[in-house]
């Protein structure tokens, strides 16, 4: 059956195990799951991939099947779903598994998709289509937030600290730094205003790092040029790169210990690598060899020592290691 989001909680029936929220606001399903059906079904959550599920279908089976003494009950969450895991949920359904409780994640589905087709049809499963939020919707959202909170702020900073998010996921990060800013005791002037939404919004450390590894010039710079950082924001960007580089490193060591490829060895690293990542990951491994590699961990620790040493220098120091990194190198061992 279909419920539109806003009416999940008015008409919420605790009998129905199955649900289905597709479209393409992430940021409105991740709050629905989190806030109206995490709290209601169980503290056993199982998390998974369609692609992990279909690839070692048996250990999800043996999930979703097995029975333990001290599970009263198992919710699972299927991520980034689509109608390639129809058959596996319609079979799961028609068994009617006791004690077990299913929401699906998807994209925006078809009319004619059979995962949609299904739950739409079922009365023993609900599902609920999540539009891309409007303007109205995310200023709403702010206003019960801060409402929430008990924070008094004008409707003119409302709609500034709108305007600078881009979707629900980035105004809900916003609206909690200004939430601990507050409860620390400070004034929310507008001027402060002004760099917290900055700080939040305006630039992605990891993105940053990311694309600097991959030697995608244009989005470093884009990153570069759009944003400003401060002195605690350089010291973060060099700790980004070592963390990144620290698992690039691991993970060359095991593709040549393993005499495994790189897609077998990013798909067993622990811990799981983020679908989202893996394609970046492998550009990186193919610009940076193993020696380059720890080259660049020597290079960011001597950085991060001489940046403490001479803080007034710091933003030169990190553009120019940014803009020497994106140079192509020979990638040899």
């Known amino acids: 059956m279909i419920i539109k989001s806003f009416e999940l909680k008015k008409k919420f029936n605790k009998d129905i195990d199955f649900y289905l929220l597709y479209g393409p606001n992430d940021g409105l399903k991740n709050e629905i799951i989190l806030n109206n059906l995490i709290p209601i079904f169980s503290k056993n959550i199982y998390r998974f991939d369609e692609k992990d599920i279909i690839e070692n279908l048996d250990t999800f089976e043996e999930n979703v099947y097995n029975k333990s003494l001290f599970e009263d009950n198992k919710l699972i969450i299927i991520e980034r779903a689509s109608n390639k895991i129809f058959p596996i949920v319609e079979k799961i359904i028609s068994q009617k598994t006791l004690n077990l409780k299913i929401i699906i994640k998807a994209e925006l589905l078809d009319k004619k998709s059979k995962l949609r087709n299904f739950f739409e049809k079922s009365s023993s499963a609900i599902i609920v289509p999540i539009y891309e939020d409007t303007y109205k919707t995310l200023i709403e959202y702010a206003q ?190």
């Open 144 to 333: 019960n937030f801060l409402k929430e909170e008990n924070i008094k702020i004008s409707n003119e900073n409302i709609n500034l600290i709108v305007n600078r998010s881009k979707d629900r996921i980035n105004l809900e990060n916003q609206l909690k730094k200004i939430s601990i800013y507050c409860k620390r005791g400070n004034k929310l002037e507008y001027r402060n205003l002004i760099k917290l939404v900055d700080s939040t919004e305006n630039f992605n450390i990891s993105e940053l790092v990311d694309n600097s590894l991959a030697k995608y010039q244009g989005k470093v710079l884009n990153i570069i040029n759009e944003n400003t950082f401060n002195q605690e924001d350089y010291i973060i960007i060099l700790r980004t790169f070592l963390n990144k580089l620290k698992r690039l490193r691991k993970i060359n060591e095991r593709i040549s210990s393993d005499k495994k490829n790189i897609e077998q060895v990013i798909n067993s690293f622990k811990p799981t690598i983020f679908w989202k990542e893996k394609e970046i990951i492998k550009q990186q491994l193919k610009n940076l060899s193993f020696k380059k590699i720890n080259s660049l961990i020597y290079k960011i620790n001597n950085l991060e020592f001489l940046i403490k040493k001479n803080n007034q220098f710091a933003h030169e120091f990190i553009n120019n290691f940014l803009l020497e990194n994106l140079k192509k190198t020979n990638n040899s061992v």
